[in-house]
């Protein structure tokens, strides 16, 4: 599986943006899909994720309310929108995906995407 994730930029705080993560080789609908983040000199961090059937998702408490994620099966694509942004935010986001459920572990997905930057501005 090939995922590509794009729609990273810069913003200003209360700002948005919505990122995409695009699949190919395999479709989506066995996988769960999730979102990570690594801000500099730290480590990768659990943000979304979303089960394969798209009936449920769980979010890291620190953007609970503020993002969103989503998938598109039939697309192959998984988003996270993203709202009220904060300089904290600030972060390379990587999709991961997993034929399992999707745990708040870096350590666990199969498959990572290469990352797009997201710099918030205050």
């Known amino acids: 599986v090939q995922l590509v994730e794009s729609g990273g930029g810069l913003v200003q705080a209360g700002g948005s943006l919505r990122l995409s993560c695009a699949a190919s080789?395999?479709?989506?609908?066995?996988?769960?899909m999730g979102w990570f983040r690594q801000a500099p000199g730290k480590e990768r961090a659990f943000v979304a994720a979303i089960w394969r059937s798209g009936g449920g998702a769980y979010y890291a408490n620190s953007v609970k309310g503020r993002f969103t994620i989503s998938r598109d099966n039939a697309k192959n694509t998984v988003y996270l929108e993203m709202n009220s942004l904060e300089p904290e935010d600030t972060a390379v986001y990587y999709c991961?995906?997993?034929?399992?459920?999707?745990?708040?572990?870096?350590?666990?997905?199969?498959?990572w995407g290469q990352g797009t930057q997201v710099t918030v501005s205050s």
């Open positions: 080789g395999r479709t989506l609908s066995g996988l769960s």
């Open positions: 991961a995906a997993d034929p399992k459920i999707l745990l708040p572990d870096p350590n666990q997905p199969d498959y």
